[in-house]
């Protein structure tokens, strides 16, 4: 049987498609991992289930919605972003190595935070640098824990009007004692 096409043309098709075959799957694999997530060093951190469990565990006994040392709360990311009692704000979204927070957390010295007890591990510390890093979201919604009563936003009762003849009877009679009026015999 002839070929139609010479072999070192064969060839140089079969070895062009592999390397193309190649780099393809290679290049979709590095994004399906998150290769290019780790080689920019910022990864996505939930806050809700990764950093706020460490920050209820470690640092809202002195530092939440009842306790406000050092003029620094860590209940909303407001708080977060204001400046504390040394003049620096405790946090600079996307710029982990500005911010207060972390160099209290990775301090040695009298500083250190939690100022009693273990540090927080590397890899807690990682976390939160990670978040600050990707700026910081403040996503509580899907917060396992419920969050502090107090930064609930009131919401406004959906009251029905006085409707019914004894509501308004009982709302004219109160209306009419509350003036100090006598009501007649004919309202009784």
Known sequence: MKHLLPKCLLRQIILIGVQALICGTGTATADESG????????RQVDFA???LPILQRRCLECHGPDAREGGFRLTSRDDLLLRN???E???V???SRASELVRRIRSGDEDRM???GDRLTDEQIRMIEQWIDAGA???VESSPSPVHWAYVAPQKAD?????????HFVSKTLAVHAAGLQPSPAEL
Do not use: Y
């Not at 009251?159 to 509501?167: E, F, L, M, T």
């Open 35 to 42: 290769i290019g997530q780790e080689e920019s060093g910022i």
């Open 49 to 51: 289930s990764e950093v």
């Open 159 to 167: 009251i029905p009007s006085d409707v019914h003849p004894v509501d």
């Open 114 to 116: 939690p100022p009693e």
């Open 89 to 91: 704000p405790s946090i």
């Open 93 to 95: 979204s996307g710029k």
């Open 85 to 87: 009692d040394s003049g």
């Open 137 to 139: 979201e403040w996503n």
